[in-house]
């Protein structure tokens, strides 16, 4: 019986992303907890885990991988890189109809590929398997105090992409040294998680939202703010999670207490563009808004927070947002401005420590379904499209591929 062959493909996208679904270690242990897979990675300059990385561990370099049954890379492919006929796992960005990769997904179905993204592969209760939310709140919380330290100039802190390691970023830690502040970290899931490990491991306390809100502290603090903390239903006088979640535009934002208290704001949680922002334009224009330096982890251009008009690169990290006019000015420009930290991908600044992470998921929560005869469906359900078809859970992004053949026939009619 023939063996299923992987091919980790080199990435293509511009600019490149040097995070790995597998590294070399990774491929080891999935080779031996799989026996009935093989493993071959595409040679690439860029990867974050070098050529001779996996050769001293005896995974092959393969430069032609059209003989692999499975494709995987981290983000979107090339058209012009899409081998027709095969199964790519990667993250491709279209589950929200994103314009930029319309072409991509009519291509896909052009060559006869089966998808699988990332961002779709879920438990029957619909939680994701696999993701880098962990490091995007690692990295996030990081940059937020090293914005914050910079701003208030506190301290420097190594830029975490200049880090070899997480480890390496770490040893920035001893250096926050903060004053009394009160830091919000908005949200509860893997994002959330990751920057409260960074605040827990330098040492600032969290508190509760009650103490937050009405407690003076003789050291910085921290809380975490779940979604009933700073929303609510007019009508309903009992916080509904599921009603929350289902009818967001049926609420208002109560984010107005903590703008009053709040220094250091981290927003880390999932915000749906039909519920309400945390604050508004002119609540940051207020002699009570307190918050001088954000964070915006989840990166939602013109979202939950709207001084974020814009995502920053790793290099150039934070802009000024000015509340008397509403316009961006350059970082750390005046005391009086509201200091934004934006960067939309930051698993990328530790990428060899978030591909670790990433490779655990894959190998627990992933290629067992290869092999099982996918019987929980998990394969099924991250199945965007098969055989040159939309698959029924995701038909609806149908006139959205359609709509750039659409365009093509007009510019050769023109």
């Known amino acids: 019986m023939s063996k299923l062959k992987i091919g980790i493909i080199k990435e293509g996208k511009v600019p490149v992303d040097k995070r790995v679904p597998l590294t070399p270690k990774k491929c080891v242990e999935a080779l031996q907890e799989f026996p009935e897979m093989e493993i071959v990675v595409q040679p690439s300059d860029i990867r974050c885990f070098t050529d001779a990385e996996y050769k001293e561990l005896q995974i092959p370099l393969q430069e032609d991988l059209s003989d692999c049954d499975i494709l995987m890379g981290i983000k979107e492919v090339p058209v012009e890189q899409l081998i027709p006929n095969k199964t790519y796992f990667f993250f491709s960005h279209t589950i929200k109809k994103q314009p930029h990769n319309a072409k991509l997904l009519k291509a896909i179905l052009d060559k006869n590929i089966t998808l699988i993204d990332y961002e779709t592969l879920t438990t029957s209760e619909g939680q994701r398997i696999v993701a880098f939310g962990r490091y995007a709140g690692i990295v996030g919380a990081y940059n937020g105090m090293l914005t914050y330290g910079k701003k208030h100039k506190l301290f420097n802190l190594k830029?975490?992409?200049?880090?070899?390691?997480?480890?390496?970023?770490?040893?920035?830690?001893?250096?926050?040294?903060?004053?009394?502040?009160?830091?919000?970290?908005?949200?509860?899931?893997?994002?959330?998680?990751?920057?409260?490990?960074?605040?827990?491991?330098?040492?600032?306390?969290?508190?509760?939202?009650?103490?937050?809100?009405?407690?003076?502290?003789?050291?910085?603090?921290?809380?975490?703010?779940?979604?009933?903390?700073?929303?609510?239903?007019?009508?309903?006088?009992?916080?509904?999670?599921?009603?929350?979640?289902?009818?967001?535009?049926?609420?208002?934002?109560?984010?107005?207490?903590?703008?009053?208290?709040?220094?250091?704001?981290?927003?880390?949680?999932?915000?749906?563009?039909?519920?309400?922002?945390?604050?508004?334009?002119?609540?940051?224009?207020?002699?009570?808004?307190?918050?001088?330096?954000?964070?915006?982890?989840?990166?939602?251009?013109?979202?939950?927070?709207?001084?974020?008009?814009?995502?920053?690169?790793?290099?150039?990290?934070?802009?000024?947002?000015?509340?008397?006019?509403?316009?961006?000015?350059?970082?750390?420009?005046?005391?009086?401005?509201?200091?934004?930290?934006?960067?939309?991908?930051?698993?990328?600044?530790?990428?060899?420590?978030?591909?670790?992470?990433?490779?655990?998921?894959?190998?627990?929560?992933?290629?067992?379904?290869?092999?099982?005869?996918?019987?929980?469906?998990?394969?099924?359900?991250?199945?965007?499209?098969?055989?040159?078809?939309?698959t029924e859970l995701y038909s609806y992004l149908q006139d959205y591929a359609d709509n750039i053949a659409e365009v093509k026939t007009k510019e050769k009619a023109v």
């Open 159 to 390: 830029p975490a992409y200049l880090c070899h390691e997480m480890e390496d970023m770490q040893e920035e830690y001893f250096k926050v040294k903060l004053p009394p502040i009160k830091i919000a970290v908005t949200g509860g899931g893997r994002v959330a998680g990751g920057a409260m490990e960074v605040l827990d491991k330098m040492g600032i306390r969290k508190v509760s939202v009650f103490d937050y809100l009405y407690k003076q502290f003789t050291e910085p603090v921290y809380a975490q703010l779940h979604s009933g903390d700073y929303n609510s239903r007019p009508d309903v006088e009992v916080w509904d999670s599921p009603d929350f979640y289902a009818h967001p535009e049926l609420y208002q934002s109560t984010f107005r207490k903590f703008t009053k208290v709040t220094d250091l704001l981290m927003a880390c949680a999932y915000w749906n563009p039909s519920a309400p922002k945390l604050f508004t334009e002119e609540d940051t224009r207020k002699l009570d808004f307190k918050i001088d330096t954000i964070a915006d982890i989840t990166c939602d251009v013109d979202g939950s927070i709207p001084t974020t008009k814009r995502a920053t690169t790793i290099t150039e990290p934070a802009y000024d947002y000015n509340p008397e006019t509403g316009e961006l000015e350059e970082a750390y420009s005046s005391k009086s401005n509201i200091t934004v930290m934006a960067v939309d991908n930051l698993p990328c600044e530790l990428p060899r420590s978030a591909s670790r992470d990433f490779g655990r998921h894959l190998i627990d929560n992933v290629f067992p379904h290869l092999f099982n005869g996918d019987k929980d469906g998990v394969l099924e359900r991250g199945t965007i499209a098969r055989a040159g078809k939309l």
